[in-house]
Structure formats: structure tokens, C-alpha cells
């Protein structure tokens, strides 16, 4: 059995946009649901605090917690403290997703969970909410201009767009499947890297020797220093300001794997698109995240007009593996730069479409 539990925030009550559809979303996969409404609450926060815990529990008394394999506590604004305090105080796990939360939603025993927030949001510092979110291992997904209801005043169609993407990430929390999605410049930072493992131990490579492929042994581990994620985000970044494509394959709010092409076309008849990056976090390899990353960047590659992509890739036989098995096939054309720059790389290609 499930359950989702949902905390609505002062005057945000849970017929407004983000309850609403939350709540429908729940009952599609099969969790009996629970909305809580608060009566007579006061905008002062210390007391609409105290008053809707109140009520919360009058409410809720009669659950039994124990007969449910997966709680879902959904909550927004005042609300979200409200369910952090009420699951510290019953022992409650539960899964989180938080809209909106408040500086005193952190005062109590963090919970796993996703937190949206929008950087013009009056209750809610950005950097504070940041840094608790940090503090807490609780993967954030910030919303730009948005205010204390994820809306940007006067701007429907983006407000729609907001609406559109939030339950989209909500939806994907609650089934527990992955989510794809492009990543903006703002949000490629070091906290979006926290739970990702580059991790890699290398045994046998596949390597050209005397113009033929052979597989030799050259054992080493392959991971990413502090240096390496700056670089690595500068070069994200940097194909993103340059109309590229960097695409994230999120679990339960948290980034596990990404992919990235760049803009511009070479190759001159080849039309070539360099797949510069994709990788999937150790603990979540072999489950179809490189799958999907890679069919992601592939499309975008043929909707800017290239006829293939261009790989530089690692010659560990378990990379070569993924991309054989993608369709991938040595390159017709060997790029200088890359070349240069990895030697030891597999130079491939993956033809988009067929002529």
C-alpha cells in the first residue's frame, strides 16, 4: 500500500496548481491520498507554524504508518515545515517533495527528497536555500524569477512552461523512473555534481596496434579530482553559452549521468556533431542511463542538421562495448584536435540518418 500525504501552505491550499496536480499525479500510480486543509491560520509564521502542526496531527491521527510500504509527504511553503516536523516527531520515512520550502523547514531531521525553489521567491533566500539543500543532500531544482508560487507575474506562457516542467520532475519522483532533461547555464555548478560517481576501474583497453584494433592489458582507475569537475563545468557551461546541448539523466532528483554535443558543424561532407561528453555515475551503470543519454544527444544532433556524431571515446573495453553496441563505428575521419589532445581515445562516429 501507498500513501501520499499532502501539506498545503498559507493560502496555497491543495486545490491551487502544484497540490493539484501533484495529487492527481499520486492517484495515477495507485497512492491513496490524504489532503490536509488548515482553518484560521495567521500570517505570522511562528504561530501559523504551531497552528497547522496542531491541526496536522488532529487530522492524521487516525493513520496507521505502519501498514504502508512507501509514504509520500507532498508540501508547499509552511507546509513543508510542517511535514518535516510531523515525520521527526512520528519516526516517519517518507519520501519529500518539497515546493517552496522556508528557512524553518531545515530546523528538523532531514528527510530524502526534491526542493523547488524560485530565485525571486520573497519567504525564501536563494543562497540560504542552497546551502541547507547542501547541508542536507536534498538535490535542488531552482526555478529562475520565479516567485513564492514557482510563477513569473504577468508571463502565462512561461508560467505554463514552469508548471509543465515542475510536474514533469514530480511525476518522475513519484514512479521512480529517470528523468531527462536539458540543463541550463545557471545550474551546471558543484552541488549538481555532489552525488555523482566518475569512479572507474580500468583493466584492458582497446587499442589500434600497427593499424589493427587489439584489446591489451593496461590496468588503472579513472576518476575526477576537484580540478577535473571545474573543468569539466567550464566546458558545460561553455557549450551550453554557445547553443549546444547538455542533457541530464536525473534519479530521484539527483544528477546520475549527462550528455553533451556541441554547436557547430565540421567535417566539411561528413557532418560531423562532437559528442564531447557523456557519462553515467558508477552506482548507476548498466541500467540504460548511457542508453538514454546517448538517443537524447542523437536527436538534437539531427534536428540541427548534422548527418553524425563524432565520438572521442575511452578506450576501456566497457566503453567501447556501449558505443559498439550503440551502432557506433570507427570514424572516417579522424579530428586533429582530439586526437592531440587523447591519443589513447577511439575515434567513432554514429551515422543519424540514412541518405
Partial sequence: MKLAVFFPGIGYHCDKPLLYYSEKTARQYQYETIKIAYEGLSKNLDEAFEKAL?????????VVWQQYEDVLFVSKSIGTAVACAYAEERSIRCRNLYYTPLERTYAFTSQ??????GTRDPWAETKMISTKCRENSLPLRIIENANHSLEIPEDT???????????????S??????????LGEQEICPDL??????????????????DAWAVVEDPFVDDWSRED?????????????????????????????????????FGGPQRYMDLSSIHVSEDMRGRGLGKGLFEKAAVWAGQQGADKLYISAHSAVETQAFYQAMGCVEAQMYHKEHVEREPYDCQLEYRLRVK
Fill in 193 to 210: 555534481f555532489e552525488q555523482f560517481i566518475r569512479h572507474q576501474i580500468v583493466t584492458k583497453c582497446r587499442r589500434k596496434v600497427n
Fill in 112 to 117: 530524502r527528497g526534491i526542493v523547488f525553489h
Fill in 54 to 62: 496542531s491541526q496536522t496531527k488532529e487530522r492524521l491521527a487516525e
Fill in 173 to 182: 519522483y513519484i514512479a521512480g523512473t529517470i528523468r531527462y532533461r536539458p
Fill in 229 to 265: 569537475y571545474q573543468t569539466l563545468m567550464g566546458c558545460l557551461k561553455n557549450t551550453v553559452l554557445t547553443g549546444g546541448f547538455v542533457c541530464g539523466a536525473f534519479d530521484q532528483g539527483v544528477l546520475k549521468g549527462f550528455a553533451s554535443v556541441e554547436a557547430s558543424l
Fill in 157 to 171: 506562457r512561461r508560467n505554463l512552461q514552469i508548471l509543465t516542467e515542475v510536474m514533469e520532475e514530480t511525476e
